[in-house]
Each structure stands twice: as structure tokens, then as C-alpha cells.
């Protein structure tokens, strides 16, 4: 695993470093949901080109000289199917400049509106906390939808012969257990690994995505260690990371099974080293998470900045006679129902980030106020915005009070944002095979360039 994150920088004295070890294949995440619906919505990356050529040059050198595959997973940050056509793109561009010939794989999950309806009316799709029950109507109104896969896609790639493998949406454990579990290594340490790994040196002492780290899988277990030997693996930071970004710190729950780490121990082998065994897998129902995003609202954005005395003295009553007061305006001045539009006003510099009430007693010492302004046109959402100017240009709190001013960031003062991009869809689909919802094409590069599918 070189980088947390195809894209956020490869020292590439590491790739020296990790080829001295002689590994079997480089294997890496390239996204996720963290950033928002917005990648998956527009099929767009949020990282730069130079920044994923870059570090894919690192790793298509280290490929031809060690002969290993890479295998990427959740291309493009959102692992849609314009998200692995851009890193694809990407790819044959560095073989091209550099002459290597490839054979490049391409794992596309996305799915159809009518292919979800259809497993929506089968009884097939179960909803996953905190959404509902799915509907038509969510499904329609996503602008893309994919199926999260497991390592299984991968192991058709690598019986295809694949060099690179460029995955769609893949569970992060995922692209990186594929390898060890496609030669046959047991499945239990192979998916503890993937899960310990999935962001790279953040698990030893480098604490972070931009550094790598080396798995070794046996038989009864896995070892695992920065491939910086400046850095170290400790048993807390190793056996720690179930505890991120799962709701269990003891079960991790993947398609087609579940990691149980109940039993495991963990052994600082050398100082920069851990040996982890009695990792159990087992196995459940297929199933891949659903996700769909959505594009159809629209924001305008206004922001200010606070230092009067009074309202930082009480910003929660200036807070919620401000809402109330430009919810008033609002209606009063455009027409529209309070019902057709939503105003919220967050506070940086008070609750902005966690919108819970501080400490008893704290007062800042100044508020950004953002005013996000949602209706269902660009329209009506900048209308609200500029019918509410004034007041959140000026208004005090209480009336009768000499007015005071706030400090505008930018002019004008509101900032159409354009679609509001939310995941509607986070629900299980049940499949009879795990490729069963996934295209493959593979692609070679060189004189003799050719396609084919499955």
C-alpha cells in the first residue's frame, strides 16, 4: 500500500525502499465518500491531474521493473464510471510517454436507474441506517449510482493477465485484501490487513496517508510495517484501526462477509514491525452498498463576518432571531412558502463546525456567519439570498438598537453555489454473484492497442 489516496504524494525514495523488499503487487484506494456527493454526482475527481499522473508514474515505473500488478480501487474519488474513464486516460497517457506496454483492466460498478428498480421491486435492496426504505422517486433522482464491490472483480482481472487494474466504487479493504486473497492466502488476515492498510502509513507512526506500508500475509495471520524504516508499526496503532471509520471496533462488515477481530493478538515483532493473528472471517450473504447522488436543488451563499460586542455577548438569541427574521423576509419579499425553500445560518467561531452549544460562560472572539440559502431552482435560492441582504448585512439584536454593520467577505454579497450534491441513496443489494452487477474491459497498450469486454 504506497499512499492512503492515489493523488496526495508518494515520497518516491519509499518506492526504492518498498521494490528492496521484493513485494508481489502494489495495491491502493484512490477515494471514497468523505468529500462529499458532489465527484460522484459530476463524475469528477478531486485531485488534480498532475497530482494522480505524478504519483501513477511513481507506480507504472516501479510496475515494469518488478513485473508486479497495481491495483487501484474507487478510481477518480468516487469510482463511477467517468471517474475510471479519467484515471484510465491518465494511465494510457504515462504509457504512451514512457512506451510501456500494459494490459489495463477496467472494473466498472455503475448502475442503471431501471437495473436498481428492478432489484428495488424484487425485494432485493434492504436499507442501511440512517435512510429509509428506497423508493422510485430517490432512484430517479440520482444523477449516478454505484455498487460497491469486493476483491472478486479484481481476481477476474488478475486471471486475465491485467498489469494495472483500474477499479470502480471497491470497499477500501477491498482492492487491497484482492491480491493475497486471489492466490489463495486465508481469507480472515487477508481482509484484517486490508482494513489496517486502507490508508497507508496512517497506521504506524508516520500517522499519515502520504506515507506506505508493507503487508506480508502467512498462513495463521499478517505482518505489517512502514516502508519508511524511519517509522515504526506499534501493536496500538495496528490494532487501533478498526476503531476508524467503523461503527464496530470488533466487527468489520464487507460483501460477503464479515471480519471478527475478537480473538486476535497482536506482537511487536521488531520496532518497526507487528505480527497480527487470529483474524476470523465469516462468511454472510452477498450483498454491495448502493450509492446514488443527487443534484436537484440548488444554494446561494452569503458570508459575513462578526465582532459586535452584543451579539458576541449572546450568539445563540442573535442566531435564532436572525433565522427567524430572514425566514420572515423571505416569504414576505419573494412570494415562496417557507415550505419551498431552507435557510441555515452556521456560526464559525461558535458551533459553525459541530452545532452544538459550547462550554457554558465562552465568548468568542468574532463569528463568521454563513448563510446557505437552499430552494429548488438557482433562481429562487438567490432571490431569497438578496431579499435577506440587509438584515444579514445589518440586523442587530434588538431592534431600537443603532444598527451595526458586518464585515462582508466578498462583494456581492450572495454566491450562487449552483446544485446541492447529496448521497440519496445508502442502501444492500443482494446479488447471486459477486460480478453480477460489474463490467470488465481491458485495454493494451503499444502498437497493437485493443478492447474487449465482458
Known amino acids: 500500500m504506497p499512499e492512503g489516496s492515489l493523488g496526495v504524494g508518494i515520497p518516491s525514495e519509499e518506492i526504492g525502499y518498498a521494490l528492496a523488499r521484493r513485494p508481489h503487487a502494489i495495491s491502493l484506494d484512490a477515494g471514497s465518500t468523505d468529500s462529499g456527493a458532489a465527484y460522484l454526482a459530476q463524475g469528477m475527481s478531486k485531485n488534480d491531474h498532475g497530482s494522480v499522473?505524478?504519483?501513477?508514474?511513481?507506480?507504472?515505473?516501479?510496475?515494469?521493473?518488478?513485473?508486479?500488478?497495481?491495483?487501484?480501487?474507487?478510481?477518480?474519488?468516487?469510482?463511477?464510471?467517468?471517474?475510471?474513464?479519467?484515471?484510465?486516460?491518465?494511465?494510457?497517457?504515462?504509457?504512451?510517454?514512457?512506451?510501456?506496454?500494459?494490459?489495463?483492466?477496467?472494473?466498472?460498478?455503475?448502475?442503471?436507474?431501471?437495473?436498481?428498480?428492478?432489484?428495488?421491486?424484487?425485494?432485493?435492496?434492504?436499507?442501511?441506517?440512517?435512510?429509509?426504505?428506497?423508493?422510485?422517486?430517490?432512484?430517479?433522482?440520482?444523477?449516478?449510482?454505484?455498487?460497491?464491490?469486493?476483491?472478486?472483480?479484481?481476481?477476474?482481472?488478475?486471471?486475465?493477465?491485467?498489469?494495472?487494474?483500474?477499479?470502480?466504487?471497491?470497499?477500501?479493504?477491498?482492492?487491497?485484501?484482492?491480491?493475497?486473497?486471489?492466490?489463495?492466502?486465508?481469507?480472515?488476515?487477508?481482509?484484517?490487513?486490508?482494513?489496517?492498510?486502507?490508508?497507508?502509513?496512517?497506521?504506524?507512526?508516520?500517522?499519515?496517508?502520504?506515507?506506505?506500508?508493507?503487508?506480508?500475509?502467512?498462513?495463521?495471520?499478517?505482518?505489517?510495517?512502514?516502508?519508511?524504516?524511519?517509522?515504526?508499526?506499534?501493536?496500538?496503532?495496528?490494532?487501533?484501526?478498526?476503531?476508524?471509520?467503523?461503527?464496530?471496533?470488533?466487527?468489520?462488515?464487507?460483501?460477503?462477509?464479515?471480519?471478527?477481530?475478537?480473538?486476535?493478538?497482536?506482537?511487536?515483532?521488531?520496532?518497526?514491525?507487528?505480527?497480527?493473528?487470529g483474524s476470523r472471517w465469516n462468511p454472510k450473504p452477498y450483498t454491495m452498498k448502493l450509492e446514488g447522488a443527487s443534484g436537484n436543488l440548488f444554494q446561494t451563499i452569503m458570508l459575513v463576518g462578526i465582532a459586535d460586542p452584543d451579539v458576541l455577548a449572546d450568539p445563540q438569541t442573535f442566531h435564532d432571531k436572525m433565522l427567524l427574521t430572514l425566514t420572515q423576509r423571505s416569504e414576505s419579499a419573494t412570494g415562496v412558502s417557507a415550505d419551498e425553500f431552507h435557510i441555515s445560518l452556521r456560526m464559525y467561531g461558535w458551533n459553525g463546525v459541530s452545532g452544538m452549544p459550547p462550554p457554558d460562560g465562552a465568548v468568542p472572539l468574532e463569528i463568521g456567519l454563513l448563510g446557505v440559502f437552499t430552494a429548488r431552482t438557482q433562481e429562487i435560492a438567490s432571490e431569497i439570498a438578496k431579499a435577506c441582504n440587509p438584515y444579514f448585512f445589518h440586523m442587530p439584536v434588538r431592534m431600537g438598537m443603532e444598527l451595526p454593520s458586518y464585515g462582508w467577505a466578498f462583494t456581492p454579497g450572495h454566491i450562487d453555489r449552483g446544485a446541492v450534491y447529496q448521497f440519496v441513496l445508502n442502501h444492500a443489494v443482494s446479488v447471486d454473484d459477486p460480478l453480477e452487477l460489474v463490467r470488465i474491459k481491458t485495454i493494451e497498450t503499444g502498437s497493437a492497442r485493443s478492447e474487449s469486454g465482458r
Open 53 to 277: 499522473k505524478k504519483d501513477l508514474e511513481l507506480l507504472m515505473a516501479a510496475q515494469q521493473e518488478a513485473h508486479i500488478p497495481i491495483l487501484i480501487g474507487t478510481a477518480g474519488q468516487a469510482g463511477g464510471d467517468k471517474n475510471v474513464d479519467w484515471t484510465r486516460d491518465i494511465v494510457l497517457e504515462i504509457a504512451e510517454e514512457k512506451g510501456y506496454l500494459l494490459k489495463v483492466a477496467l472494473l466498472y460498478s455503475e448502475q442503471s436507474p431501471a437495473l436498481v428498480k428492478q432489484k428495488l421491486s424484487a425485494g432485493r435492496i434492504s436499507n442501511l441506517p440512517p435512510l429509509g426504505d428506497l423508493t422510485d422517486a430517490q432512484i430517479d433522482s440520482c444523477l449516478h449510482i454505484v455498487a460497491l464491490m469486493g476483491p472478486e472483480p479484481y481476481f477476474a482481472a488478475l486471471d486475465a493477465g491485467a498489469d494495472v487494474i483500474i477499479g470502480g466504487r471497491t470497499s477500501d479493504p477491498a482492492v487491497i485484501a484482492a491480491f493475497p486473497l486471489w492466490k489463495g492466502a486465508p481469507p480472515g488476515p487477508c481482509w484484517h490487513a486490508g482494513k489496517v492498510a486502507e490508508c497507508g502509513g496512517q497506521c504506524t507512526t508516520a500517522n499519515t496517508g502520504q506515507r506506505g506500508v508493507l503487508l506480508e500475509i502467512h498462513a495463521d495471520g499478517f505482518d505489517v510495517e512502514p516502508v519508511d524504516p524511519s517509522f515504526q508499526a506499534t501493536v496500538n496503532s495496528i490494532s487501533g484501526h478498526l476503531l476508524y471509520e467503523n461503527k464496530d471496533p470488533w466487527i468489520l462488515t464487507e460483501p460477503g462477509g464479515e471480519l471478527d477481530v475478537r480473538g486476535c493478538e497482536y506482537v511487536q515483532l521488531t520496532d518497526s514491525k507487528v505480527r497480527v493473528t
